[in-house]
């Protein structure tokens, strides 16, 4: 048994001497970050997005291109559903979207800081949160990440210039052609759990989903959204949150 001497250290540190360990159900799980975000808005699709995260009552990032908002009527109209949702919060993806010619865009760092500039102008973008168009690369306080192509100048400037880049951790694809999600919502549900167990994101216990308005155009892919959310939903640790309050360290 325990001398005196010792009861009493034990005493002093806390330590019980019944031995009798914290119930483990009733220890909370560590909470886990999801930060949903959708590239390339406004576009068709757009307007499903923002009922489903309206229902839902769910924080989501997008990030949005500004020749998008002035090509229809219909586009601009999107983007302003987006500013009123109290629950979508908009980000830059640039103004040209690179033209999507990747290689001749990232050849010139300052031109593209004067596209990122003219987009956060034209949008009146609250937060310089940055996804670079057609690459995923992150400049967050001092931790960067390059994705092995190019863009990487082009991100330090941007960085230098105050803007945080964000890439992700995990992609919903989509089909190129028609646009819908090529991922069944289960295997993207455990995609997200596994990515998150594991610990393999770019800030552990936190994960960036890259998913595409254009992947919600029909009913039934708007559907597939729904049941995204509500599954994720499920797990009481997993809490939704916009990109601003990502860790910076
Ligand atoms: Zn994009």
Redesign the pocket.
Known sequence: MFTALQKILFVALGVSLLGTPADKSQTPLPVKYIYLSF??GPLNGSEHIDSVVLAERLKISV?L?GEHVEKSKRLGIYYKMYEQNPFVESYN?SLT?AENKYEAFYRNPEKVLTDIRLNEQLLGLRFKIV?L??RNIWRIGTRKLDDGTSGASSADLLAENGYKLCGWDIEWQHNAATGAPVQPVDQMVKAIESRLESGKTFTKDHIVVLI?DEMFQKRWEESELKQLIEKLKQHENYLFEHLRFYPDK
């Open positions: 590239d390339d990030f291109v993806h979207h996804r168009p057609g595409h």
